[in-house]
């Protein structure tokens, strides 16, 4: 029988993974010798995966995107053909990866589908050494994450993002940056910016059915330039409640698998949901098909 790994966090989305710790184990005891470990601090997921990967022939990640964002690092530590195969149970506030990958909300349901799954090459991004399989972000909205406390994340859920995606409204600030790639190169003032591999950014922002793929070897890079007039915000909010883009002149949106971003000045960054520091000139790239995942 082969031997599976699981990882979870058990204070992510309203203790949602650790309510259903049983139901989960039992889950993939029918199909897999199994273990689980909980994970008691940040990092924990990366350090449990790297010391015990090698006993295993897939692991499992659970909790937020965060979690799996630890695990995936671990992983992607390997060479590409000893990297085993990678479960996703999304059991976190937001779940953007579960989101793109189609999962449903409850782990019950997710569980069910699972186990009819087949492993499917998943590209992941690098934001110089980090890597990250959701999203990297700066500017308004980003900090609700990993500004917004554990404790009223499991008490609102969703909404504690919302309470913090407010609070940026009052202090929206624009970086000078120019972005050099092959599809595009702008200099210009902005106050969002993001590339994601995912459906959702900022919690707000989300592009048309079918434009993300997690396997094309892009991502989706969306750029919102500073609003000087209530026009231009207007412009804005149209261009994101019709999830169309094309446009709109303060909004710049293309694909990529590689793209510089320099700044005069560091910036804080958000890597899928957490704050990884700040950072200046940065080179953003994708690594097509470097993991495998059930989805």
């Given at each position: ?104 909300k409850q782990i019950p349901e997710t569980l069910s589908l699972l186990r009819d799954t087949e492993p499917h090459p998943f590209d ?105 007039s209530i026009g231009s915000f207007f412009d804005v909010f149209r261009a994101v409640t019709s999830r169309d883009y094309s446009d ?48």
């Amino acid at each position: 029988m082969k031997k599976l790994l699981i990882v979870m966090n058990p204070v992510s989305g309203k203790l949602k993974g650790v309510k259903n710790k049983d139901l989960i184990e039992r889950s993939f005891s029918e199909i897999y010798d199994t273990r689980l470990m909980l994970t008691e601090r940040k990092g924990d997921g990366t350090r449990i995966a790297a010391e015990n990967v090698r006993d295993f022939d897939m692991i499992a990640a659970c909790g937020g995107d965060g979690t799996i964002n630890e695990v995936m690092e671990a992983l992607l530590a390997l060479p590409r053909e000893e990297r085993p195969p990678l479960y996703c149970i999304p059991a976190g506030t937001t779940n953007l990866l579960g989101d793109t990958l189609g999962f449903p909300k409850q782990i019950p349901e997710t569980l069910s589908l699972l186990r009819d799954t087949e492993p499917h090459p998943f590209d992941v991004g690098f934001f110089g050494d980090i890597c990250f399989g959701s999203v990297v972000s700066f500017g308004a909205f980003t900090d609700s994450s990993y500004a917004t406390s554990q404790k009223l994340k499991n008490t609102l859920g969703y909404g504690a993002y919302v309470f913090g995606g407010a609070k940026s409204l009052f202090n929206i600030k624009d970086y000078h940056m120019k972005i050099i790639s092959d599809e595009v190169e702008v200099e210009d003032d902005f106050i969002f910016g993001a590339i994601s591999n995912c459906n959702a950014v900022g919690g707000i922002i989300r592009f048309q059915d079918g434009t993300v793929q997690v396997n094309d070897g892009v991502y989706e890079v969306m750029l919102i330039k500073k609003i000087h007039s209530i026009g231009s915000f207007f412009d804005v909010f149209r261009a994101v409640t019709s999830r169309d883009y094309s446009d709109c002149p303060s909004v710049v949106c293309f694909q990529t698998d590689k793209i510089r971003i320099e700044t005069p000045i560091k910036l804080p960054w958000t890597i899928d949901g957490e704050y990884k520091g700040d950072f200046s000139d940065i080179d953003i790239c994708i690594e097509k098909s470097a993991l495998d995942l059930y989805y």
